[in-house]
């Protein structure tokens, strides 16, 4: 099945699953405009994206069924899609606001669109509730109901960690540079992004695919979340490093954004790549010019990006990381059961990032 055909399908799901969230609050008696803005919040908000959360839920769940899913297993698992969907969004929603972004997905951030201002904090938190909700309409009998409870209120805190390191280690209106490090990059977006955008939407489809805590496999015992979560934790590092690199070299209309992590003072892989390089004139320059509102002290940073060669280290640690995560997918022990790990979940999720433009 081609992506663009994944993706017709997966919006159909939506189209029932955003009928079931307006006819709630309709029946919990909120007037028509209440629920006319709650509809306008989720169409704006949730299914513009490029999709690849939730369909990797669909996708997963399928790679380990081994065969095309039914009717109402695919339903099953577009709800667990949508549901990071919903919870991308949610983020996505209150991120813009924190730092006061312009565009979103080629539009105005939803803070920002005409009429919307701050009641987008409370829209957010709306985005969020919608999962637990379609988790109780579809889920509450199965033995995993827990299981996905859990996993979804752990994965927005931990998510939440992670934006806390990054808002206090570069708040817009105070530019520490000596605060930064590579280090502390790879935690926050370990936490920030990585579990929520890679290890997910693959834990959901195995606990709804009934895939057990541990098995048996050539005598050794395998705890199949855990090796889910050695290769995808990295693979999202991989992730945001290239979302990092896109923000500074990818156009805006390409990205669907206007990159703004220089002006925001953000902890990027590419400003902590050119501070570990940099003469002490460059580091001068990226001191006196970095997180600085104006598109001359952009421009600035954006030459000693060029002068020490950040293009050219991302495409090496491109070549690194690609080359170590194939290991570690190589390594995974594979079996034709039911319930057990398949190598193609993960190839999967490398092969849609691997070298992305936007």
Not at 109 to 136: H, P, S, T
Request: charged fraction near 25%; hydrophobic fraction near 40%.
């Amino acid at each position: 099945m081609s992506s663009a055909v994944k993706r017709e399908k997966f919006q159909q799901a939506w189209a029932r699953i955003r009928e079931e969230l307006l006819s709630h609050i309709a029946q919990e008696g909120m007037p028509a405009d209440a629920v006319e803005w709650y509809g306008k919040n989720l169409d704006y908000n949730v299914p513009g994206g490029k999709l690849n959360r939730g369909i990797s839920v669909t996708d997963t769940a399928e790679i380990l069924k081994g065969a095309p899913l039914n009717d109402d297993e695919y339903f099953k698992a577009a709800v667990l899609g949508w549901g990071v969907e919903l919870m991308q969004a949610f983020f996505l929603v209150a991120d813009d606001i924190m730092d006061t972004s312009i565009t979103r997905r080629g539009q105005p951030c939803w803070y920002r669109a005409q009429g919307i201002g701050m009641v987008a904090i409370n829209d957010a938190i709306m985005l969020e509730g919608a999962i637990y909700f379609l988790l109780k309409k579809h889920f509450r009998s199965e033995p995993y109901y827990v299981d996905l409870l859990e996993l979804f209120h752990d994965t927005t805190y931990q998510t939440e960690m992670g934006q806390l390191i990054d808002l206090i280690t570069a708040p817009e209106d105070h530019v520490d540079l000596n605060r930064f490090s590579l280090e502390k990059h790879r935690l926050i977006v370990i936490y920030k992004t990585a579990y929520y955008s890679f290890y997910l939407p693959v834990a959901l489809a195995m606990y709804m695919s009934n895939v057990p805590t541990t098995y048996t496999l050539n005598g050794k015992t395998i705890d199949p979340y855990k090796v889910a979560l050695s290769i995808l934790l990295p693979l999202g590092e991989y992730f945001q490093v290239q979302d990092d690199f896109l923000d500074f070299s990818a156009p805006p209309e390409l990205l669907g954004k206007i990159g703004t992590d220089i002006v925001d003072n953000k902890c990027s892989w590419c400003i902590n790549t050119a501070l570990a390089v940099a003469t002490p004139q460059q580091r001068a320059m990226l001191d006196a010019n970095y997180g600085r509102k104006d598109p001359a002290s952009e421009a600035r940073v954006k030459e000693v990006f060029e002068a020490v060669g950040v293009r050219e280290r991302y495409a090496k640690y491109e070549a690194d990381v690609y080359g170590r995560l194939t290991a570690l997918i190589d390594g995974i022990p594979e079996s034709p059961e039911r319930g057990t790990l398949k190598r193609e979940i993960f190839t999967s999720f490398l092969e849609k990032i691997y070298k992305r433009t936007k």
